[in-house]
């Protein structure tokens, strides 16, 4: 059994066609939780979650002799911001770095 490979486009596009297509994927990463960072022509950086307020932990485990900091180190390991870069090729195809 062979696997097939996604479809990859092979005409190229024009600015205006590029700068559509990544509206409409950025459009749709936006209404999965995702915010716009920076953008530039054929390029979106996007970031998804917060960061921890870490000085708001560190009077918490200070608060309970220590054993906040257990719950703390599971919010930083497990938590904070993730960063993905949208853009489009020359020919049109998409491509999320996560």
């Known amino acids: 059994m062979t696997e097939m490979s996604p479809a990859v486009a092979v005409e ?3 600015a205006d066609e590029r700068k559509q297509m990544l ?3 950025t459009a749709n990463e936006v209404r999965q ?3 716009v960072e920076s953008q530039s022509d054929y390029q979106v950086v996007m970031v998804k979650g917060s960061r921890p307020n870490h000085l708001l932990h560190l009077f918490i485990t200070i608060f309970t002799l220590g054993i906040w900091g257990l719950v ?3 919010i930083v390991l497990a938590g904070g911001e993730k960063r993905q870069v949208v853009e489009i090729d020359e ?4 491509n999320i770095q996560r």
């Open 91 to 94: 020919f049109g195809n998409t």
């Open 72 to 74: 703390w180190l599971g």
């Open 33 to 35: 939780g995702w915010r």
């Open 23 to 25: 509206a409409r994927t």
């Open 12 to 14: 190229r596009k024009n």
